[in-house]
């Protein structure tokens, strides 16, 4: 299985990848370099997310440190933290034969309301809008 190659569309992603606590910060690391670089749109068939429609989709992060690098055969570490599962999402595109660009993200678990679902998401297709008048 070949790998995916992950790329940022702005500075949007980092922006949400530095706020969130640094548990949150290594669970995404694990689920993009476990998940989406191993897997790339395939993990959509697992479980993983979902497509939005338009060539977006979500990546949903629901599960815990643990589970995402016992899932890649990593073994976890003994660290009472690494079972807590978050609830993250992480929208994204896919494009050429192997890439995966992120556009941003946010913690669900922490407002997981309608309207902030509908506002993160109108702000993806925003982004995937700009990104494919570009390319």
Known sequence: MSSWRVEY????????????????????????????????????????G?????????FRVQRSLDAILS?????????????????????????GDRIVLLFHGYNKGKDPSKRRQHKEIAKARKALTAWKRDH
């Open 9 to 48: 569309f702005s500075d949007d992603f980092e922006r949400f990848y530095l706020r969130l606590p640094a548990y949150e910060q290594a669970v995404v690391t694990a689920a993009i370099t476990h998940v989406l670089e191993a897997h790339g749109i395939d993990a959509f068939d697992g479980g993983w």
């Open 50 to 58: 979902k497509p939005l429609g338009g060539g977006l989709y979500e």
């Open 71 to 95: 899932l890649a055969g990593v073994a976890p570490s003994q660290s009472e933290t690494m079972g807590r599962q978050v609830s993250l999402r992480v929208f994204c595109t896919f494009h």
